[in-house]
């Protein structure tokens, strides 16, 4: 038994049991994924897919078993090197955010800026990507630190830690007949054409489940994945915005109005997530720390390493 043999099945896996794509993703060939497998199965002395022909189609009950225990065994292979680098390079190394861009454009800025001057040598990545891709890169090990607002609290893997709320808000071009409103309604939003998030993306959930509930149907015309699209095309006068509060700026954004539509949709909570049982370098608890003064090492360190059921709400 060695690691690339456990590397196949936990990528095998990954790659709903296409093998070409195995053998891709681990530079290596497809006969040689399939004599792996076949060796491991040998030795263990039980068949761990499910075949027809050539075709792996599943997991076999004992193939169940083994990959959760590949799992950790490669996640503990993960954590004895980062121990390693924390110990030998305490202020150099990577650290991998992943996040939405809404997030990276207008939560994170003073945050990393802070970072940046406390760990000049940590070279850190912000990875834009959507909530379920963030959780994706969580679990794989390819991200260190997962913020979003959706997705992240759903995933029994990850420890999900509440960050800060925020609402929706209505953006107009200056001049706009819903500006003199004194008191805006869904009824009166949905009288024009609107330009908002696309589905899965920043509360776009609270959104449609506020018109849902008020048994109106929006005239949607267009989504964007980030609020400056859907800015720009307010501009542009193609219908009123929908975005996060936070994405409006009144400096940055002089031809549009921000109303107020608090009392319209229900709050959103922005999380930051990491996977359970992984370790983590001393700056990664840093960087989480500067975004809450709550969530210090030992209360995220606390919280990672209990089961699931044990998830902060």
Known sequence: MNFQQLRIIRETVRRNFNLTEVANALHTSQSGVSKHIKDLEDELGVELFVRKGKRLLGLTEPGQELVGIVERILLDTHNIKKLGEQFSNKDRGQLTVATTHTQARYALPKIVTAFKKEFPKVNLVLHEASPSEIVAMLRDGRADIGI??????????????????????????????????????LDAIAEWPIVTYQTGFTGRGRIDEAFLKAEILPDIVMTALDADVIKAYVELELGIGIIASMAFTPDRDPQLKLLDATSLFSANT????????????????????????????????????????????
């Open 270 to 313: 922005s999380r930051i997530a990491v996977r359970r049982g992984t370790y983590l370098r001393t700056y990664s608890y840093r960087f989480i720390e500067l975004c809450s003064a709550k969530l210090t090492e030992k209360v995220v360190r606390q919280e990672a390493s209990a089961a699931p059921s044990d998830d902060i709400a």
């Open 148 to 185: 979003a607002t959706e997705a992240l609290q759903d995933a029994p893997e990850l420890a999900a830690f509440p960050w800060y709320t925020w609402h929706h808000g209505v953006i107009v071009p200056a001049g706009h007949p819903l500006a003199k409103q004194k008191k805006l309604t």
